[in-house]
Nanobody, 126 residues
C-alpha cells in the first residue's frame, strides 16, 4: 500500500506561481511512476503531468506545457509540480497518483494508476 499526501495548494493571482508536493509513504517509492491530475468544478478529471519511475520520461498536457514542471526526489519520497504563469483556467483540485511500474514511459491514463491522494485546491484569481 502507498499513501499519497499532497500539499502546496492555495490562492494565487494570475501570472503567479505555486509548487505542489506529493509525499508517499511506504517502500520502494523509486519503483513507482507518478502523475498529476486535476479536476475543475463541474468537469471531469484530466491529466496534467507524469514521469516514469526513474524520471527519464516526463510528459505534460498541452495546456500546461512550458509553464509546469514535474520532478521527483526519491530520497524524500516526494514528487513536485512547479506551476508558473498560472491562469484562472488552472483552478482545480490537483491530485497526485502512483503506479507501481518500471516501464520506460510515463503513464497518461487514469486507469494506469493504483493509488491516489486526497487532492489539494489551487485557485487562480484574475
Amino acid at each position: 500500500q502507498v499513501r499519497l499526501v499532497e500539499s502546496g495548494g492555495g490562492l494565487v493571482q494570475a501570472g503567479g506561481s505555486l509548487r505542489l508536493s506529493c509525499t508517499a509513504s511506504g517502500r520502494a517509492f523509486s519503483n513507482y511512476a507518478m502523475g498529476w491530475f486535476r479536476q475543475a468544478a463541474g468537469k471531469e478529471r484530466e491529466f496534467v503531468a507524469a514521469l516514469n519511475w526513474i524520471g527519464s520520461s516526463i510528459i505534460y498536457a498541452d495546456a500546461v506545457k512550458g509553464r509546469f514542471t514535474m520532478s521527483r526526489d526519491n530520497a524524500k519520497n516526494t514528487v513536485y509540480l512547479q506551476m508558473n504563469s498560472l491562469k484562472p483556467e488552472d483552478t482545480a483540485v490537483y491530485y497526485c497518483a502512483a503506479e507501481y511500474s518500471v516501464r520506460s514511459y510515463a503513464p497518461r491514463s487514469e486507469k494506469d494508476y493504483d493509488y491516489w491522494g486526497q487532492g489539494t485546491q489551487v485557485t487562480v484569481s484574475s
